[in-house]
């Protein structure tokens, strides 16, 4: 009788093993066999130039994606309209509805805490871009990481922008011929790292260079070209004779201190740079609008967004498809277009 029961017993161990290694095959092929992905974007604010380039670029990388490998992408992209407690929202329906990546572009980079922490409790993988969370926040998971630009490049490229057209002609922006370049700031946002990084490291390039600065005056734009346009005509009224140079951390703020000149009819050339190189800023440089600008490689920023929120998805090695510095952060290249 015992013995009947060993074999029963055995059979019956036999059976479970049996089943656990089929179904975890079942499970390993289906993911190989996955035939669609699902990604939800959250945008700190659609209409930002920019921001609005990157968008229009994963699109197209994401149909690019449903033909090179016949796996279908639902891609949600929502704006968060500049409020942090939308884009929380924003995320929480993306994980309740079990998207299989997210991909966020921060309102307040300080704020990034929170979302991750509800990422990682439902495993969840978030691709940060454009703007940067806090290096404390980036650690504390191996499936984070960060798409942008290196603020720095940037604005030493803007800076010798300037530092060339000194160089080969110093009355190109010392147009009263008084031994100074006068020049007005528009900055980003005060809290902004990129803001901080250009302002700081542009002004410095442009010392290094041995021209001769004397800041006017400066102002927060928060990045919008009618902000700058408002700031800009303030500072014609004030100082109409003065402003030889405009120096702006992004394209949309250059095209609004563009606006301003063009209502005054000033006719002295005051030289304009701008930072990103979106179409609107492309088009400034062509029309003669603006001066110079840096730009971003938008098809390789949004492209790089796409293939690791895809990798992710389907359980591949990011570090295999995309070339990451330590581990999980993506700078993409940049250079300087002038209008000369």
Known sequence: ?????????????????????????????????????????????????????????????AKEYEKETGIKVVMDIVDAKGNQNTQNSQVDRFISLGYDAICVNMVDR??????????????????????????????????????????????????????????????????????????????????????????????????????PLEKITGGIANWERSQASAWMEQWLAEYPEEIEVVICNNDDMALGAADALEREGLDRPVKIVGIDGTPQGLEGLKNGKIFGTVQCDSREYANVIFQIAAAEALGQEVGELVKLEREKYYECSQKTLTAQ
């Open 110 to 211: 300080s704020m990034a805490s929170n979302i991750i922490s509800k990422a990682m409790d439902a495993g969840k993988p978030v691709v940060f871009f454009n703007r940067e969370p806090v290096e404390e926040d980036m650690r504390r998971w191996e499936k984070l990481y960060y798409v942008g630009e290196d603020a720095k490049e940037s604005a030493v490229l803007q800076g010798n922008i300037l530092v060339e057209a000194y160089q080969k002609d110093p009355s190109s922006l010392d147009l009263n011929g008084d031994g100074k370049v006068s020049y007005v700031l528009l900055e980003g946002e005060n809290s902004h790292q990129d803001s901080l990084i250009r302002t700081e490291w542009s002004i410095q390039t442009l010392k290094d260079g041995g021209v």
């Open 1 to 61: 009788m015992k013995k009947r029961y060993y074999v029963l017993a055995a059979v019956i161990l036999l059976v479970i093993v049996f089943w656990g290694i089929a179904g975890q095959r079942r499970g390993e092929g289906s993911a190989e066999e996955k035939k669609s992905i699902r990604i939800g974007v959250t945008l700190y604010r659609g209409d930002d130039s920019f921001i609005n380039t990157i968008r229009g670029k994963i699109e197209e990388q």
